[in-house]
């Protein structure tokens, strides 16, 4: 995509560089696909992954919250952006938030030949005609086919790409001390600690699960750890539940437990289950659109959403039955190599802005004639 000629700049967008997903995959498309622009630029809030970025030589620009729609603001995250924009000769903005996107598709009125690439990370209900405003001149790309379908039949958009999200991490067949010193079965809930993630009902399915030896440990912070530390000692779980808080050893807690689980409400594409999948996990989920389409009865237990009584069972089940467990997480490994690997995210990525690129030439030339 580099062009002698031209410089081709892309700019990420993102609310945050903070603990989630879609940060998450905002760090990856930028350190891993740098080599391919002359330039590469994020814009958010800021957080945990702008040290990485910098390191990577990746400039970060702080700007307010997308996501905060006061007058004063948005003409505030306008100016920030067109400036960003003009000061660095941006050609690509890659955003990867609606609000992002409503923003970029202002500012395509003051820079027309800009491109505009839209990553939909989760499924939305709300806003439709804003929403569809928004995406009106962009590049749609959707996590999985749950967002995809979302895009078409919700939002109205007509030509979507679908990439999946790759998970990219270290190699280690290390455990951390303080989950493996537990005796009994240890299962793990990697996830953001916030309502969309489900937890109150995970929590309170660890009351019933009929296993006393079953210990959950929660990987992760947020805005409700507090609340969930508080229900834990409610039900007298504290001996049973344990907050880890985030942390960089992602990999070796996986390792030490023997199974997964995640209680969310819903998803784009879950990465917290790619993350179990790659390390040869099975899990225990919950049957919405962007899990389902990863979970099946070969490499995990679905069960109702918002149900502690099902999501008890399932724990008791796996926590019982070691060969069923060890199936599934084997089939599991196998899923996660044919559809999930990182290289071929990355490539899809890569190659869908080097089409992206030769049409926008097209249409630039045919407009200038």
Same mark, same amino acid.
């Given at each position: ?18 603990? &989630? ?79 992002? +996107? ?33 995406? &009106? ?8 086919? +749950? ?36 005796? &009994?079965?240890?299962?793990? #809930? ?10 109150? @009902? ?9 296993? *006393? ?24 779980? $504290? ?12 990999? $070796? #807690? ?11 409400? /819903? ?17 225990? +989920?919950?049957?919405? *659109? &962007? ?12 069960? *109702? ?20 467990? $060890? ?12 559809? /999930?690997? @990182?290289?071929?995210?990355i490539n899809s990525y890569k190659q869908f802005y080097t089409i992206i690129y030769k049409k926008s030439k097209v249409l630039h030339y045919t407009y200038i004639l």
């Amino acid at each position: 995509m580099k062009n002698g000629k031209q410089k081709n700049n892309i700019l990420h967008i993102s609310r945050t560089m903070d603990i &989630g997903g879609a940060e998450r995959i905002v760090y990856q498309l930028a350190t891993d696909l740098k080599d391919e622009f002359n330039q590469v630029h994020v814009a958010s809030t800021g957080g945990l992954w702008e040290e990485k970025l910098a390191e990577n030589g990746i400039q970060h620009h702080r700007i307010l919250d997308v996501d905060r729609k006061q007058p004063a603001t948005v003409f505030k995250i306008l100016a920030s952006l067109s400036k960003i924009i003009k000061e660095n000769e941006i050609t690509l903005v890659h955003t990867h938030h609606r609000m992002a +996107a409503f923003y970029i598709r202002l500012l395509q009125m003051r820079h027309p030949t800009l491109i505009h690439v839209y990553t939909a990370h989760n499924v939305f209900k709300d806003k439709l005609p804003l929403y569809k405003f928004a995406l &009106g001149k962009a590049h749609a790309i959707a996590v999985g086919e +749950a967002v995809n379908e979302n895009l078409k039949a919700d939002v109205g958009i007509k030509e979507t790409t679908v990439i999946y999200n790759g998970v990219l991490m270290k190699e280690s067949q290390d455990t951390v001390s303080e989950i493996v010193q537990t005796p &009994g079965v240890r299962i793990g #809930c990697i996830a953001r600690l916030s309502e969309q993630k489900g937890l109150s @009902y995970l929590i309170q399915a660890m009351s019933l699960v009929i296993n *006393p030896n079953v210990s959950l440990f929660l990987v992760g912070d947020g805005e409700l750890r507090n609340d969930l530390m508080n229900q834990t000692k409610e039900l007298n779980l $504290e001996e049973r539940i344990h907050f880890l808080g985030y942390r960089s050893d992602v990999v $070796e #807690c996986i390792n030490s437990f023997d199974f997964l689980v995640s209680s969310s409400l /819903y998803e784009g594409l879950a990465l917290n289950v790619i993350e179990t999948f790659m390390n040869g996990k099975t899990i225990v +989920a919950t049957d919405i *659109p &962007g899990i389902k389409e990863i979970v099946n009865d070969d490499n995990g237990i679905l069960v *109702p959403v918002k149900n502690s009584k099902a999501i008890a069972r399932a724990i008791d089940k796996l926590s019982e039955e070691d060969r069923l467990r $060890e199936k599934l997480a084997k089939q599991a490994r196998l899923d996660y190599e044919l559809k /999930y690997s @990182y290289s071929a995210f990355i490539n899809s990525y890569k190659q869908f802005y080097t089409i992206i690129y030769k049409k926008s030439k097209v249409l630039h030339y045919t407009y200038i004639l």
